[in-house]
C-alpha cells in the first residue's frame, strides 16, 4: 500500500486561507468517507483536526475543514493563523488488511 | 480525560529485542481498537499494527510482519507491542493511538500518546 500523496509545503499570509490535497487511490480516499486529517508541531504527537472527511472534534475551531472530490481529499485552513504553522498530514481507511495508509506530510508555513 | 502513556522505548542493536507498552486511561480501553503508528527521525507518519477491542482482529504492515507482535490486556488497559529482529530501519518514535470503535474500521485515530523513542543500532 502506497503512501497518499501530498505537496510537501504550502504556505499563506495570516488571514488568508489555504488548501492543502491529498490523492490516492479508488482503493482507498476514493473507496471510503473515511479520511482523517492530523496537524503535528514539532516535536510534538499529532492531533486529530478532520475525521470522516469533514467532521471535526469537539472544540475544534471550524476554521479547519475537510471536503473530498473522488479520489482526491482537501483540508481547508481558513483565516490563516500563526499557531497553524505546522505539519499536516491526511489518512484513510483501505480495508482488507491494511486499515490505514497516511499521506506524506506538508509542512503549512504562515508568512 | 483521556490519555496514552508509551513507555519501553530505548537503545537496542540491530537483531535485539524489545517492548513497548501503552497504558490508557479516561475511557473504556475495552470498547476501543488501538494501534502503533511510528515516526522515523525527519520523516512521516506510518503505520505500523491494529488490533481490535477484543483481540479478535489483528493487523501488520507489511515492514513489520513477522518481526512485531501486537497484543492487549483490557483487564489492566494496556497495549503492547513486542518487537524482535530490530533492523536500523525500525528507529523511530512510535506513537500508541486510539480508534474509535471496536473494529479497526473508521480511518480514525483520535487519540494519541506522546511517544516513546525506539533507536537500532550498532
Known amino acids: 500500500q502506497s503512501a497518499l500523496t501530498q505537496p510537501a509545503s504550502v504556505s499563506g499570509s495570516p488571514g488568508q486561507s489555504i488548501t492543502i490535497s491529498c490523492t490516492g487511490t479508488?482503493?482507498?480516499?476514493?473507496?471510503?468517507?473515511?479520511v482523517s486529517w492530523y496537524q503535528q508541531h514539532p516535536g510534538k504527537a499529532p492531533k486529530l483536526v478532520i475525521y470522516?472527511?469533514?467532521r471535526r472534534p469537539s472544540g475544534l475551531s471550524d476554521r479547519f475543514s475537510g471536503s473530498k472530490s473522488g479520489n482526491t481529499a482537501s483540508l481547508t485552513i481558513s483565516g490563516l493563523q500563526a499557531e497553524d504553522e505546522a505539519d499536516y498530514y491526511c489518512?484513510?481507511?483501505?480495508?482488507?488488511?491494511?486499515?490505514?495508509?497516511f499521506g506524506t506530510g506538508t509542512k503549512v508555513t504562515v508568512l | 480525560e483521556v490519555q496514552l502513556v508509551e513507555s519501553g522505548g530505548g537503545l537496542v542493536r540491530p537483531g535485539g529485542s524489545l517492548r513497548l507498552s501503552c497504558g490508557g486511561s479516561?475511557?473504556?480501553?475495552?470498547?476501543?481498537?488501538m494501534n502503533w503508528v511510528r515516526q522515523s527521525p525527519g520523516k512521516g507518519l506510518e503505520w505500523v499494527s491494529s488490533?481490535?477491542?477484543?483481540?479478535?482482529?489483528?493487523y501488520y504492515s507489511n515492514s513489520v510482519k513477522g518481526r512485531f507482535t501486537i497484543s492487549r490486556d483490557n483487564a489492566k488497559n494496556s497495549l503492547y507491542l513486542q518487537m524482535n529482529s530490530l533492523r536500523v530501519e525500525d528507529t523511530a518514535v512510535y506513537y500508541c493511538?486510539?480508534?474509535?470503535?471496536?473494529?479497526?474500521?473508521?480511518?480514525?485515530?483520535?487519540?494519541w500518546g506522546q511517544g516513546t523513542l525506539v533507536t537500532v543500532s550498532s
Open positions: 489518512c484513510s481507511h483501505v480495508g482488507g488488511s491494511t486499515p490505514f495508509v
Open positions: 488490533i481490535s477491542s477484543h483481540s479478535d482482529y489483528i
Open positions: 479508488s482503493s482507498d480516499v476514493g473507496n471510503y468517507d473515511l
Open positions: 479516561g475511557y473504556s480501553f475495552i470498547s476501543q481498537s
Open positions: 493511538t486510539r480508534s474509535p470503535g471496536t473494529l479497526v474500521d473508521t480511518g480514525t485515530n483520535d487519540y
Open positions: 470522516q472527511v469533514n
